[in-house]
């Protein structure tokens, strides 16, 4: 057993006893209240799930483990040279609760390289695809294809003992994480470089090595890379992609079926392809006024208009948070430090100056501050990648890290299978009828 397992299964034995006991002494105390606007709003803020990696705070944002972005920052190992945290330090810190040291993370990035080897059947399965189709398909496609692979669907056919389940899963997330960027590389290569593809360069760390065969060489993106990774691996259980994760695997299906499943709730307009969108709208308003450098006033009229027109400020907003992004924060602070004469990342401060009082005036908005999604197509287009359709990517390739980790704890634990009940609207009139004496009208 490896270093990291057996420390995963120390801690994961060690919290399912205390569980079992909470449950025990306390399982019939009820620690959240359903109203109606839930009901019917997505079941947004409903209590209702266990998420060991990360917990969101409305005011003070992410926390891993219980340390905030900006604490991993200085906390969590760099690459020789490097000031950005590595995301398997990251990945490390999520699965067992404890900062690597550098030795751990350097065994963790050399465990992944031995693990990284993409079945060449999973190449001519994107090979088959239009090239035309979002990249966002083909990596869904691409990890559909590796999943005969999976060591937890081989051994549970084999007749596995439910106890076991944590450890294929754990072997399958390892194997998944390794491999991703690879596969996401040469979608990358395949769509918009003519399928010249780069071979991985085995002395790079896991986000080092994701650039290398993106072809984006400059070390200055290798960090941002790493940044990336690491703030968007991981956002509580409750988002869209991670909750899919752990609803598809409470069923036992396995973390391939898992993955892609939370890939194809990631590429919705609504959670991870909102990156896109973002600098989509940045890119209409500087052709709309004709100017790479526009003044706070002219961006305050453009973002009146987008808003009288019926739509939305794409970046800005969050379902949970009421303060700014740490993670916005976290990319401003890199983009302070290293690309101060972006026009772009400019556009994108004076935005973040101006767009939340105008929310704000509207009197509905309860977070008008900027997400992770409003910064980092700046920051991408100033190192070269343009291809906005493969942000989203890059987005999946880090969620994967928590979601992943999410779902060995979900099988230490012996989760059980997601099953909420579900009402009619006519159910919902005869109840408040009996229960509050409420006359509904008949539609």
Not at 281 to 292: A, E, F, N, P, R
């Amino acid at each position: 057993m490896d270093l990291l397992k057996q420390l995963f299964y120390e801690k994961s034995q060690a919290l399912g006893k205390e569980v079992k006991e909470l449950l025990k002494e306390h399982g019939d105390k009820k620690v959240d209240d359903v109203v109606l606007e839930q009901v019917y709003g997505g079941m947004r803020d409903i209590t209702c799930m266990i998420w060991e990696p990360s917990l969101l705070d409305p005011e003070e944002g992410i926390r891993f483990r219980g340390y905030s972005i900006p604490e991993l920052r200085e906390k969590l190992p760099r690459a020789p040279g490097g000031k950005e945290p590595l995301p398997e330090g990251l990945f490390w810190l999520m699965l067992v609760g404890s900062i690597p040291n550098k030795e751990q993370v350097k065994w963790l990035t050399e465990n992944w390289v031995r693990r990284s080897n993409v079945p060449e059947h999973v190449f001519r399965t994107i090979d088959a695809l239009p090239l035309e189709t979002h990249p966002m398909t083909q990596l869904s496609v691409g990890v559909m294809a590796m999943q005969n692979t999976s060591v937890f669907a081989q051994r549970y056919t084999s007749g596995m003992n439910k106890t076991e389940y944590w450890d294929a899963t754990y072997e399958d997330t390892m194997n998944l994480v390794a491999r991703l960027p690879r596969l996401a590389a040469y979608i990358y290569r395949r769509m918009y470089h003519g399928n010249n593809q780069i071979l991985p360069d085995i002395s790079l760390d896991w986000g080092g090595n994701y650039a290398h065969m993106l072809g984006m060489e400059e070390e200055g993106f290798k960090e941002y890379m790493r940044l990336f990774l690491t703030i968007h691996a991981d956002h509580e259980g409750g988002n869209a992609s991670a909750h899919t994760t752990h609803l598809v695997g409470s069923t036992l299906s396995d973390p391939y079926l898992s993955l892609s499943a939370a890939m194809n709730a990631l590429a919705g307009p609504l959670h991870g392809l909102a990156n896109q969108e973002v600098i989509r709208w940045i890119q209409k308003m500087v052709d709309t006024l004709g100017t790479s450098k526009p003044s706070r006033e002219q961006i305050s009229e453009y973002v009146k208009s987008t808003l009288a027109s019926g739509r939305v400020i794409p970046g800005y907003g969050h379902a949970v948070l009421r303060k700014p992004d740490p993670r916005f924060m976290a990319q401003r602070q890199f983009a302070e430090d290293n690309v101060q004469e972006s026009d772009l990342v400019k556009i994108v401060w004076k935005i973040f100056d101006v767009v939340p009082p105008i929310l704000t005036s509207l009197g509905k908005v309860k977070n008008p501050w900027p997400n992770v999604d409003a910064h980092s197509g700046a920051l991408l287009i100033h190192y070269g990648m343009r291809e906005y359709n493969y942000y989203t990517v890059l987005f999946a390739v880090s969620r994967a890290l928590g979601v992943l980790s999410a779902q060995c704890w979900a099988r230490a634990l012996g989760l059980p299978l997601e099953r909420p009940k579900s009402v009619t609207t006519a159910w919902v009139k005869e109840y408040l009828a009996k229960e509050y004496n409420v006359a509904v009208a008949e539609s």
